[in-house]
């Protein structure tokens, strides 16, 4: 079983930079794909960016929805169970509560496939 904690969110300018953080307990956490989904206010849950658990090497696929690429960055490090999601150029779209998810499968976009939430941090980008 894991436990994910979200961190790093706030209120913050359009054109201006996050960081999340997902803290995850358990010992398995290199053994999860770890994704980041956002809801915004009356509008479903969607996924943001996801990265594959660890493999034979230390490289690690990601993925990002279309609308953040290039402004996201999802990244991982197995040695303190945490997983980033750098967030620059944010735009007031960008506003939600942001959740990270850990999952068995890889290259994963569907929240169904996740097995384990954490509770939600807020982001909120002014105009």
């Known amino acids: 079983q894991v436990q994910l904690v979200e961190s790093g969110g706030g209120l913050v300018q359009a054109g201006g930079s996050l960081r999340l953080s997902c803290a995850a307990s358990?010992?398995?956490?290199?053994?999860?794909?770890i994704g980041w989904f956002r809801q915004a206010p009356g509008k479903e849950r969607e996924f943001v960016a996801a990265?594959?658990?660890?493999?034979?090497?230390?490289?690690?696929?990601?993925y990002y929805r279309d609308s953040v690429k290039g402004r996201f960055t999802i990244s991982r490090d197995n040695a303190k169970n945490t997983v980033y999601l750098q967030m620059n150029s944010l735009k007031p779209e960008d506003t939600g509560v942001y959740y990270c998810?850990?999952?068995?499968?890889?290259?994963?976009?569907?929240?169904?496939?996740?097995?384990?939430w954490g509770q939600g941090t807020q982001v909120t980008v002014s105009s």
């Open positions: 998810a850990a999952s068995t499968y890889s290259g994963n976009s569907y929240a169904d496939n996740y097995d384990y």
């Open positions: 358990g010992r398995t956490f290199s053994s999860y794909s």
């Open positions: 990265i594959d658990r660890s493999g034979s090497s230390t490289y690690y696929r990601t």
